[in-house]
């Protein structure tokens, strides 16, 4: 078991292969899965957030090389990974300028994508709300503008381009698959700025699933476990930096209480974190497709290895008491 949706959750489909363990099996299923859906995928858009790299950039080619118009929406489009993109010269490769903060961008992409849509009266098929950032701090040391900025990128970011694309997605019947994460259903110590931003997803995601299923547009949320090795999300020159920004932001008192020794170990911690994780991004990416491609979807995704998986249901499911006691304390 290395990646699971809760399969109470699917209506009873069984034609979508479920995730298997060794290399072969994942990619035998994953051809069978691309093989009785693909009828379904051409002609269809997907715009996906956060495509400089990353989970979003190596979706971007994945939902394209399985035919999909790829609308991917870049922070830097001059950088790098859009350059990459745009390397491809595909007419299914669209690459745009897209801060998800930026109210103007925003609305500057529901433009350019209504303009390159083919059939822009039959809507967009999906948005996938990728882009985000992560950190670490515990509350005492971290600073209100520092919840504010990562709930602007993670949180805001996805309500923003969400209600923007929705008239679109509206119209295609289509899908909306919000990147959360395994935090936004379990929390941890020094997590508390992301946790904060991705239980707003979830709880975002979930409120628009249930609005959605009149209109016919199914709303999906993916929470990934540990996958910092696969991605850049955090980096160890990253850790120091914010090592140094929590100690000098903190007041004299929690200075004291606290002591240097406490963030230089919580730094060590956070290094040794940045290699941990899964170095395989294929079963993050397979469950996005799959939300996209089904017939019927699940409703939440969690791709993660087995420790994580029984880690989030022990701690979202036990009393609190017993989580704390098994895990933190
Ligand atoms: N990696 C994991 O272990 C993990 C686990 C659970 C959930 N997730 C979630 O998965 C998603 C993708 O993460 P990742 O690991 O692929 O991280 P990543 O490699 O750092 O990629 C994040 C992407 O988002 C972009 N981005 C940052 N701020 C943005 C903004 N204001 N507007 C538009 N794009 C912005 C980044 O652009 P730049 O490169 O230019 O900064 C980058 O392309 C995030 O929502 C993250 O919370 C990741």
């Known amino acids: 078991m290395t990646s699971t949706g809760a399969p109470s959750e699917r209506p009873q489909d069984e034609s979508v292969p479920k995730h298997s363990t060794s290399a072969h099996e994942k990619r035998m299923a994953h051809e069978?899965?691309?093989?009785?859906?693909?009828?379904?995928?051409?002609?269809?858009?997907?715009?996906i957030t956060g495509c400089d790299k990353g989970f979003g950039h190596a979706l971007a080619k994945?939902?394209?090389?399985?035919?999909?118009?790829?609308?991917?929406?870049?922070?830097?489009?001059?950088?790098?990974?859009?350059?990459?993109?745009e390397s491809m010269q595909?007419?299914?490769?669209?690459?745009?300028?897209?801060?998800?903060?930026?109210?103007?961008?925003?609305?500057?992409?529901?433009?350019?994508?209504?303009?390159?849509?083919?059939?822009p009266e039959k809507g967009l098929w999906g948005v996938v709300n990728n882009a985000g950032v992560t950190t670490f701090g515990d509350v005492?040391?971290?600073?209100?503008?520092?919840?504010?900025?990562?709930?602007?990128?993670?949180?805001?970011?996805?309500?923003?381009?969400?209600?923007?694309?929705?008239?679109?997605?509206?119209?295609?019947r289509g899908r909306v698959v919000n990147v959360s994460s395994m935090y936004g259903r379990i929390v941890s110590p020094s997590r508390s700025c992301y946790c904060v931003s991705k239980?707003?997803?979830?709880?975002?995601?979930?409120?628009?699933?249930?609005?959605?299923?009149?209109?016919?547009?199914?709303?999906?949320?993916?929470?990934?476990?540990?996958?910092?090795?696969?991605?850049?999300?955090?980096?160890?020159?990253?850790?120091?930096?914010?090592?140094?920004?929590?100690?000098?932001?903190?007041?004299?008192?929690?200075?004291?209480?606290?002591?240097?020794?406490?963030?230089?170990?919580?730094?060590?911690?956070?290094?040794?974190?940045?290699?941990?994780?899964?170095?395989d991004m294929s079963l993050v990416l397979n469950d996005i497709t799959d939300a996209l491609v089904s017939k019927r979807p699940y409703n939440r995704y969690n791709p993660m290895s087995a420790y994580w998986w029984v880690k989030l249901h022990i701690m979202a499911h036990l009393p609190t008491a017993v989580a704390d006691w098994l895990y933190i304390r």
């Open 199 to 279: 239980f707003g997803v979830s709880a975002f995601s979930d409120c628009l699933r249930q609005e959605m299923y009149r209109w016919g547009v199914r709303v999906i949320l993916i929470e990934p476990g540990n996958f910092m090795a696969a991605t850049g999300i955090l980096t160890r020159d990253g850790v120091d930096a914010r090592g140094e920004e929590l100690w000098r932001g903190a007041s004299k008192t929690v200075q004291e209480d606290y002591g240097k020794a406490y963030i230089t170990h919580q730094i060590t911690q956070m290094k040794s974190f940045v290699g941990s994780g899964l170095k």
């Open 32 to 47: 069978q899965l691309a093989v009785c859906c693909l009828g379904q995928v051409e002609g269809k858009a997907v715009l």
């Open 140 to 172: 005492e040391f971290t600073r209100l503008d520092k919840y504010r900025e990562v709930a602007d990128i993670n949180l805001w970011g996805t309500v923003r381009v969400t209600q923007a694309f929705l008239p679109l997605v509206r119209r295609a």
């Open 62 to 85: 994945q939902l394209h090389a399985k035919g999909f118009t790829v609308f991917a929406g870049c922070l830097q489009t001059g950088e790098n990974g859009a350059r990459e993109l």
């Open 90 to 119: 595909s007419d299914r490769m669209k690459v745009l300028q897209l801060n998800v903060c930026s109210d103007q961008e925003v609305a500057q992409a529901v433009e350019f994508v209504k303009k390159k849509l083919k059939e």
